[in-house]
């Protein structure tokens, strides 16, 4: 999931914290010269205080649209009416520390200089590939649902149902008070849509973002999705995309800056009349939601470390067909384009390995496969990494898929 960014301002020493933060890996717009402090969802650091206090906790989200109806939206999408928040109540599934009353606790001593960056033993990576492993799965029930008339919250009911049978908790449940088990955004949504009764229209493009906390770790991806047929100006959107995704995933390998990934994005998107988002980014995730490195995806010059074997983390480009910058709704989660016109995101939580880079989040043989991997001119069928390993297992189930 996207992430804004806390930002610390320093002469010589650190002085003073600044800006704000989010969810799955989004960063803040604004360009500075101090560095990155800890993500969260997206909630405004001046609110964070007050988490504890104002999270609905379990049982307490919603019934009803919240948001006022003098509120300039930008596009078509209006909030709907939404179910009442999910209790997960089995003894047997770990929750993570903000469960109950919405605030994360683990975390909050990361590490302030953002090149930073903790090195997964071997143990926790094989956790991270099981708790991968699901959100994929779960990614891919949920993308199977996606047809005109059936709403966001029937998704998101199928995949908190899905998540607990599997003795997993669906990381976004009450997440700094997030109200819903995944995120659900509809065409003009960047990201941090809520799921609600609005059913889903012709031609509907929806990025649905997973993330599940199995064993004490959380895996994270995220897709998009076509409610009937796109019509020409989404596929364009969709396979450019998919595509600087793709070659910014290609990219990592031991030794190289995450600062370089924004500039491949950046490169592939901007010649086809397209924009990345600068106020979310990717991050790195772990035991912990959201922490270091911050994956920013646009040219960028921030110290935010070298990629090293055992590091994991998402690179999750929004792009869109117009004006990059964000309009935030009042619920304080739902993003949208300014201009009303949209946008789409790909995410997958990577590993980097010795020899390149492993998705934990990977497809496999039972995985929809869409468009935009058939027409690829970058890279045709399922990407699963670049280590010699990796590479084999693409080969074999693209075999299998007919790519």
């Given at each position: 999931m996207p992430t804004r960014i806390a930002i610390l301002g320093i002469v010589l020493v650190v002085v003073s914290t600044q800006v704000v933060t989010a969810f799955?890996?989004?960063?803040?717009?604004?360009?500075?010269?101090?560095?990155?402090?800890?993500?969260?969802?997206?909630?405004?650091?001046?609110?964070?205080?007050?988490?504890?206090?104002?999270?609905?906790?379990?049982?307490?989200?919603?019934?009803?649209?919240?948001?006022?109806?003098?509120?300039?939206?930008?596009?078509?999408?209006?909030?709907?009416?939404?179910?009442?928040?999910?209790?997960?109540?089995?003894?047997?599934?770990?929750?993570?520390?903000?469960?109950i009353d919405g605030v994360p606790k683990k975390g909050k001593t990361s590490p302030l200089l953002p090149w930073i960056i903790e090195v997964k033993k071997s143990d926790e990576i094989e956790k991270m590939r099981?708790?991968?492993?699901?959100?994929?799965?779960?990614?891919?029930?949920?993308?199977?649902?996606?047809?005109?008339?059936?709403?966001?919250?029937?998704?998101?009911?199928?995949?908190?149902?899905?998540?607990?049978?599997?003795?997993?908790?669906p990381s976004p449940l009450n997440y700094h008070g997030f109200p819903k088990s995944c995120c659900t955004s509809v065409n003009e949504v960047i990201c941090h849509g809520i799921p609600d009764a609005r059913p889903l229209e012709e031609g509907d493009i929806i990025n649905i973002d997973i993330t599940t906390y199995l064993d004490g770790f959380h895996g994270d991806c995220s897709e998009m999705f076509v409610a009937g047929e796109p019509d020409p100006?989404?596929?364009k959107l969709l396979q450019a995309t998919y595509d600087c995704w793709i070659k910014a995933c290609q990219y990592v390998r031991p030794g190289r800056d995450y600062k370089d990934l924004g500039g491949i994005i950046e490169d592939?998107?901007?010649?086809?009349?397209?924009?990345?988002?600068?106020?979310?980014?990717?991050?790195?995730?772990?035991?912990?939601?959201?922490?270091?490195?911050?994956?920013?995806?646009?040219?960028?010059?921030?110290?935010?470390?070298?990629?090293?074997?055992?590091?994991?983390?998402?690179?999750?480009?929004?792009?869109?067909?117009?004006?990059?910058?964000?309009?935030?709704?009042?619920?304080?989660?739902?993003?949208?384009?300014?201009?009303?016109?949209?946008?789409?995101?790909?995410e997958h939580s990577l590993l980097v390995t010795e020899e390149g880079v492993e998705a934990l989040t990977a497809k496999n043989e039972n995985s929809m496969v869409q468009f935009w991997e058939e027409e690829s001119q970058v890279l045709k069928g399922f990407f699963i990494g670049t280590s010699p390993a990796a590479l084999e297992r693409a080969a074999q189930i693209n075999a299998k898929i007919g790519l």
């Open positions: 799955t890996g989004p960063v803040t717009a604004r360009r500075y010269r101090g560095f990155t402090s800890p993500l969260m969802m997206n909630k405004k650091k001046k609110k964070v205080a007050s988490s504890k206090s104002k999270s609905k906790g379990f049982g307490g989200a919603a019934l009803g649209v919240q948001t006022p109806s003098s509120f300039p939206y930008a596009g078509t999408i209006r909030p709907f009416k939404q179910s009442p928040q999910r209790i997960v109540v089995d003894d047997k599934i770990k929750l993570p520390d903000y469960a099981a708790s991968g492993r699901l959100a994929r799965e779960i990614l891919d029930m949920a993308g199977r649902m996606v047809k005109v008339g059936v709403t966001t919250d029937e998704i998101d009911t199928a995949v908190h149902e899905a998540i607990v049978a599997a003795g997993a908790y100006e989404a596929r592939h998107i901007v010649p086809l009349g397209l924009s990345t988002v600068r106020s979310f980014c990717g991050h790195g995730l772990g035991s912990v939601f959201h922490t270091t490195p911050n994956i920013l995806h646009y040219r960028n010059n921030e110290p935010n470390g070298q990629m090293a074997a055992g590091h994991t983390f998402t690179i999750e480009p929004m792009i869109c067909e117009g004006a990059s910058k964000v309009l935030n709704w009042p619920d304080d989660w739902t993003a949208t384009t300014v201009d009303g016109k949209r946008s789409a995101q790909f």
